[in-house]
């Protein structure tokens, strides 16, 4: 297949694509004219602020993510929402059959999750609006980042891939009138809410042939370091590492999932829950990464301005360093501004 130079942002970019010119930012090479671009080369392309779209080589007619959008992405991960909801309303067939339609559609949806940066904002940008499936698909979304990003093994990201698909399952088996009552639930409706990941916990443990720590994952997706968590009230080392990673993505697609919330809440939930709820090097490694995936974004400020984000303080989320054609702007010194919305 031939290829053709094209125009992309810096978004768009693969690992392994071919750069077609001479990338130069202060005096020094970050790209050079036939060189393949790499996840390194990309965060650092991200890192300059300045530098919004590249011209690589890609290949004739390739209807891959290299040019997948935002709004593209966002239709198949309504898709993925669908087919999950089909594979809860036949659970069965996972009871009797065994996790080979489990573990396909797991592969399927990997494919999707490897454009880190489009799955982040996409995440950031249309949460789940408190659906359950594609609550679930995010929270895999994120999950698998996580997961890709800690280093743990291919066996494992499938393993923790399945267990964050399934994590609300037990959801679908509560009174409806239980589960749209949101925030509001009386006491016994709230003891009744929490026996979610022991419902989901049985199911797994019926399914032939796939791994108990895909049931521990979901079990303990509620633990909290300090305790306080639930079913089980454990702490910190007792907790299963799948569910700590599904913990922090839960909470960020739960926070970004409220409109009324900033783009930057989400990040600040995770920093606020590391402090005794969450396992904090897990949320550290995810803040810290996560951030590289902002640098450079426009939002829109309370006063309708547009900006672009030149530096976010991680002990101070919601307060970046922006960039408009007046020149800097630094929201901690105007409480009086605030960014409204992430522009895609």
Not at 117 to 130: A, D, M, P, Q, W
Not at 131 to 148: E, L
């Amino acid at each position: 297949m031939s290829r053709e130079k094209k125009l992309l942002t810096i978004d768009e970019l693969i690992p392994g694509m071919i750069s077609a010119n001479d990338i130069m930012f202060e005096g020094k090479p970050l790209l050079t004219e036939g060189s393949e671009i790499t996840e390194t080369s990309i965060k650092k392309l991200k890192g300059t602020y300045i530098i919004d779209k590249v011209e690589a080589y890609v290949e004739k007619g390739e209807s891959s993510k290299k040019s997948e959008t935002i709004n593209e992405l966002q239709t198949s991960f309504n898709e993925f929402s669908s087919n999950l909801e089909d594979i809860f309303a036949n659970i069965d067939n996972l009871k009797n059959n065994g996790i080979d339609s489990l573990r396909e559609f797991s592969q399927k949806v990997q494919g999707e999750f490897e454009s880190t940066g489009l799955v982040i904002k996409n995440v950031i940008f249309y949460g789940s609006e408190n659906n359950i499936y594609r609550h679930s698909v995010n929270v895999a979304a994120i999950s698998f980042i996580i997961g890709k990003w800690l280093g743990i093994s291919e066996n494992d990201i499938n393993l923790l891939t399945y267990a964050s698909l399934l994590h609300d399952f037990g959801k679908t088996r509560l009174d409806s009138n239980i589960m749209n009552k949101g925030d509001n639930l009386t006491t016994e409706e709230y003891a009744i809410y929490k026996t979610h990941p022991v419902i989901a916990y049985h199911l797994i443990k019926e399914i032939p042939n796939i791994d108990n720590s895909v049931g521990l994952g979901v079990l303990m997706h509620h633990e909290q370091i300090d305790g306080s968590g639930y079913p089980l009230g454990i702490k910190d080392d007792k907790i299963h590492k799948f569910a700590k990673i599904i913990a922090i993505a839960d909470a960020f697609d739960k926070v970004n999932s409220n409109k009324e919330n900033g783009p930057f809440d989400g990040l600040k939930a995770i920093k606020d829950l590391s402090l005794g709820k969450l396992d904090c090097p897990y949320c550290n490694m995810f803040l810290n990464h996560t951030l590289n995936y902002y640098m450079g974004e426009t939002v829109l400020l309370n006063d309708n301005r547009s900006c672009k984000i030149i530096k976010l303080d991680i002990e101070d989320l919601t307060k970046p360093l922006l960039l408009d054609d007046n020149g800097f702007l630094d929201l901690k010194s105007d409480s009086n501004l605030y960014v409204k919305s992430l522009v895609i």
